[in-house]
T-cell receptor, first 115, second 114 residues
């Protein structure tokens, strides 16, 4: 069984469109994250959610909005897509939001291409 | 500025050669340290992690890493690489206080030639 899953795997869209990427984890974890990996493979945190509460938000444009219907899901909505949004987006989850002993488990990634 | 550095951008080795990938960080507090691997077209997988205790940690697939606090380093090693180790390797750091996000290095691409 896939622990952290994302859909779609590939997403190609035009500038200005609104799109969503879904993430689900079946690990029973309390915290979920979104990371962006740019064309140079650099990974940077975007958001994390713990018990439906946003706990970090790193200087991400407000066109990006995470939505968590329940603790097993954290979807990423992107409005008015721009060329610079092209990247691979990774979802992750961990058991404990406290920086202590937990480990983040990553999904397979969604490659977003904005034309 | 706080950062995670991986100085080797691309490493090319022949099979059976020994591997050492460097990772240095600049955070002053207590940290948790991780190495993740990304095989071509696949997601990030955890190789190994250090939280506390023995600074030499062993991970999956014969990898190990040594935490040297005085050098702010957490280098990844493998005594004999295989073609299947061809992948991108990422070092990551998480502060023990504050936000729970991981700070990643820029990654090192390893190419193993059969």
């Amino acid at each position: 069984d896939t622990a952290v899953s994302q859909t779609p795997k590939y997403l190609v869209t035009q500038m200005g469109n609104d799109k969503s990427i879904k993430c689900e984890q079946n690990l029973g974890h309390d915290t979920m994250y979104w990371y962006k990996q740019d064309s140079k493979k650099f990974l940077k945190i975007m958001f994390s959610y713990n018990n439906k509460e946003l706990i970090i938000n790193e200087t991400v444009p407000n066109r990006f909005s995470p939505k968590s219907p329940d603790k097993a899901h954290l979807n990423l909505h992107i409005n008015s897509l721009e060329l610079g949004d092209s990247a691979v987006y990774f979802c992750a989850s961990s058991q404990d939001p406290s920086p202590g002993t937990d480990t983040q488990y990553f999904g397979p990634g969604t490659r977003l291409t904005v034309l | 500025a706080q950062s995670v550095s991986q100085h080797n951008h691309h490493v090319i080795l022949s099979e059976a050669a020994s591997l050492e990938l460097g990772c240095n960080y600049s955070y002053g507090g207590t940290v948790n340290l991780f190495w993740y691997v990304q095989y071509p077209g696949q997601h990030l997988q955890l190789l190994l992690k250090y939280f506390s205790g023995d600074p030499l940690v062993k991970g999956i697939k014969g990898f190990e890493a040594e935490f040297i606090k005085s050098k702010f380093s957490f280098n990844l090693r493998k005594p004999s690489v295989q073609w299947s180790d061809t992948a991108e390797y990422f070092c990551a750091v998480r502060l023990r206080t504050g936000a729970n996000n991981l700070f990643f290095g820029t990654g090192t691409r390893l190419t193993v030639i059969p």
